[in-house]
């Protein structure tokens, strides 16, 4: 009865909010967009008041009767290569010497006409404000309504550095661009292969945004690829800017706060995942690589994992799982011990928190809450502001919140050291996106530690996991192995095997080779 009437209100909240939204009419993108012949004239209209369009007619040919146009973004492309790879080969160019008109000279053009490693051939306007767009030159042929688009694009990127949020002991030391062409290149390097497969769509009716799917044609899954790819299709938004729309889109259950996709700046990662089975995603102006599909213990691994002996990373993952439950549970079992079950506590303990409370006249419950708030204010602070700013605000809040507040007598000792230490446990978290939704669930249990003690906790445990076990990952519970029945799935997640003797991929991928090495 009370998952019927959830059910309702969650319907009832969607529907609101819906409302609230979407009150204006649907306007998808219709194509062609710009059902114009393709000239010099009409591409000068769509671009009208854009102070970045360049256009530059010259005259091709012994006669100079051939006129041509030659037009591209400012700033997209680079401005040298297009002297250098395009004007000077039009004007200079022996080819161009028997062309007569325009027919000929497109031959001529395409035939080696200009020094460019890719020619693309536009025959409608939004093609060709497509290249443009993209970081093309395009060569208009008024009379013919066609255009050759050479790409020329700006080499003003930011280069490759190194990783800054997933750190490299003994890996590779270079991290995801913003540029996409750079971020396919750097797994290529890593699988040096033609089964390596690079699917690219545009996503966006306002942005065009360059997607790539990336896969190992014969080790992922042709399933996983098709549902990637089909809801990619069906992702309809203005623009693609962030991770966060993506990952909304495409996700199986969207409105829980745990990540479903694999986030990674890493190449080296990426290209781990991929060789694994998995499937990737590469977005063009986000410097992240997404993975799909993913459970929740793959959260709780590391890339260096593999670089370190086997003993050493099966006693880490069992010291991250501790500190998972340090951290969601320690600030909940210290309210529902310290407000309903005294008689657990130890009674030289019990009288030293009794002693420290004496003069606090707020109850165990707004001590915890409220140092759990300005724990998280702390700590948004510390990341938001620049770095010199960011290190005065920490060391300020850390005084005033640890020291000042216990000898003001306003919080307990006990209280600060909770929560303290479930926030020290929630760093060890290899994963941010799985750090963010601890917290919340440390919030939600504290709550339930406030109604109804340890029995609250025990039920609000036992619903987070049970909306776990819930949620799938492109086919693949979230939950496993533990919720697949597999024989040594709890094993799996603490011990990892040696690398002579990891033969086999993971089974939970499906992927049709599962041979690993020999």
Not at 394 to 401: D, E, Q, R
Not at 420 to 434: H, R
Not at 439 to 462: K, Q, S
Request: glycine letters at 6%.
């Amino acid at each position: 009865m009370c998952r019927v009437y959830f059910r309702a209100a969650r319907e009832m909240l969607f529907d609101m909010y819906k409302s609230s939204y979407e009150s204006g009419p649907y306007h998808p993108i219709s194509l062609p967009e710009y059902n114009v012949p393709l000239t010099a004239r009409s591409l000068r209209d769509i671009f009208t008041t854009c102070a970045d369009f360049q256009l530059r007619e010259i005259a091709f040919g012994l006669e100079r009767n051939v006129r041509l146009s030659v037009c591209w973004l400012d700033g997209v492309v680079s401005g040298g290569d297009v002297s250098t790879c395009v004007l000077r080969p039009l004007t200079q160019s022996a080819r161009a010497a028997n062309a007569r008109d325009e027919a000929q000279a497109l031959y001529a053009i395409l035939h080696g006409g200009v020094y460019s490693c890719s020619v693309r051939e536009c025959a409608s306007a939004d093609d060709a404000v497509s290249a443009l767009t993209h970081g093309h030159c395009a060569v208009i042929f008024d009379t013919l309504q066609t255009a050759l688009c050479f790409e020329v694009k700006s080499d003003k990127t930011r280069a490759v550095s190194e990783p800054t949020l997933e750190k490299s002991i003994k890996g590779a030391k270079d991290s995801f661009v913003e540029t996409l062409r750079v971020n396919t290149a750097l797994v290529r390097r890593r699988i040096c292969s033609p089964r390596l497969k690079v699917v690219e769509s545009t996503v966006g009716r306002k942005s065009a945004t360059r997607v790539a799917v990336m896969f190992v044609e014969g080790v992922a899954p042709a399933e996983t690829v098709r549902a990637l790819a089909s809801r990619l299709d069906a992702l309809d938004a203005d623009g693609l800017l962030s991770v966060g729309l993506l990952e909304e889109g495409i996700v199986d259950a969207p409105a829980s706060p745990f990540p479903q996709l694999m986030h990674t700046e890493r190449p080296d990662r990426f290209a781990m995942y991929l060789l694994d089975g998995r499937v990737g995603l590469l977005v063009d102006g986000i410097p992240v690589g997404l993975v799909a599909p993913v459970t929740f213990a793959e959260f709780m691994r590391v890339t260096s994992d593999a670089s370190f002996h086997f003993l050493v990373t099966s006693v880490i993952a069992v010291l991250r799982y501790f500190s998972l439950a340090l951290s969601a549970l320690l600030p909940a079992l210290y309210v529902a011990v310290a407000m309903y079950h005294q008689e657990m506590i130890p009674t030289r303990l019990l009288l030293s928190i009794i002693e420290a409370k004496q003069d606090v006249p707020f109850s165990t419950a707004l001590e915890v809450i409220g140092m759990l708030v300005a724990f998280a204010l702390l700590q948004e602070a510390g990341l938001r502001l620049p770095n010199p700013i960011g290190d005065t605000v920490s060391i300020i809040g850390a005084l005033v919140v640890g020291q000042s507040a216990v000898e003001a007598r306003v919080v307990s000792p006990i209280a600060i050291i909770v929560v303290a230490l479930s926030g020290i446990a929630c760093y060890t978290l290899p994963s941010q996106d799985m750090g963010s939704a601890v917290r919340l669930v440390r919030f939600a249990l504290v709550l339930a530690a406030i109604a109804a003690g340890l029995f609250g906790v025990a039920a609000a445990t036992c619903l987070v996991v049970f909306l776990l076990a819930r949620m799938d990952s492109f086919g693949v519970n979230y939950t496993a192995p533990l919720s697949e029945g597999m024989p040594g799935g709890l094993l799996r997640l603490f011990v990892r095997l040696p690398k002579r003797k990891d033969k086999y991929r993971d089974p939970l991928v499906g992927s049709p080779d599962r041979r690993r090495q020999g």
